[in-house]
């Protein structure tokens, strides 16, 4: 048995990608036995959001984390705004990051990492966003990395393709209500109109 501590951060980082992916991507009771000999299909990246209208992650963080891990992403999207390279220009562009207002004392926090519109070419994979796409050296990366946190049971991280929800067009639309007119208190005389000669 392995234990995350003692892994290098490379091997972290791989153990943390699979136990992801494996999380994610889990084939259901039937489609999980392949004929016999049969080489297993590849496994679609779950950060990627091309074929969503938006995409989700959700990442759960430590409260002792927080700072680093807003650091890390401040760095990353400083990184794909400065980016020659168009499509992770474009993907810095459609993130934003959402955290509580006021998290909960002593209690993980959620962070909403949102892509809307989504990336149409490139993965919101964070180990791609660090060590693939050049946007950071090689120690640079795994600085950032060891500040995130991956471990744990379940992964604290989700990735959600999401779908835009649009009103039906035959859908009733409420009339607005209007308050009825103010009675005026008894003995009060009636407003008069306008005066005619």
Same mark, same amino acid.
């Given at each position: 048995?392995?234990?995350? +501590?003692?892994? $290098? &951060?490379?091997?972290?980082? !791989? ?9 994610? /991507? ?10 016999? +000999? ?11 959001? $091309? $074929?969503?209208?938006? +995409? ?6 430590? %409260? ?6 807003? #650091? ?10 400065? $980016? ?10 459609? /993130? ?6 006021? =998290?909960?004392?002593?209690? =993980? ?12 070419? !490139? *993965? ?8 693939? &796409?050049?946007?950071?050296?090689? %120690? ?12 744990? #049971?379940?992964?604290?991280? @989700?990735? /959600? ?8 067009? +035959?859908? &009733? ?9 103010? *009675? ?5 005389? =009636?407003? @008069?109109?306008? @005066?005619?000669?």
């Amino acid at each position: 048995m392995f234990l995350v +501590g003692s892994l $290098s &951060a490379a091997g972290r980082r !791989t153990m943390f990608t699979l136990s992801l992916a494996a999380l994610l /991507l889990a084939p259901s009771g039937a489609a999980a036995q392949d004929a016999a +000999g049969a080489a297993p299909p590849a496994q679609a990246d779950a950060f990627n959001f $091309s $074929s969503s209208d938006a +995409g989700l992650i959700v990442w759960t963080v430590p %409260e002792a984390q927080m700072a680093d891990f807003e #650091s890390v992403w401040s760095a990353i999207l400083g990184k794909l705004n400065a $980016s020659a390279k168009p499509e992770l220009k474009e993907l810095g562009s459609t /993130l934003s990051i959402l955290r509580p207002s006021t =998290p909960a004392p002593g209690q =993980p926090v959620q962070y909403f990492i949102v892509a809307n519109p989504t990336s149409k070419t !490139t *993965t919101y994979d964070p180990t791609f966003l660090l060590f693939k &796409a050049e946007l950071f050296t090689r %120690e640079e990366a795994e600085v950032l990395f060891k500040k995130l946190p991956t471990a744990g #049971s379940p992964p604290p991280i @989700s990735a /959600l393709p999401m779908k835009k929800v649009q009103a039906s067009a +035959g859908a &009733a639309t409420p009339a607005p209500t209007t308050p009825p007119p103010a *009675t005026p208190p008894a003995g009060t005389p =009636p407003a @008069s109109g306008p @005066s005619t000669p």
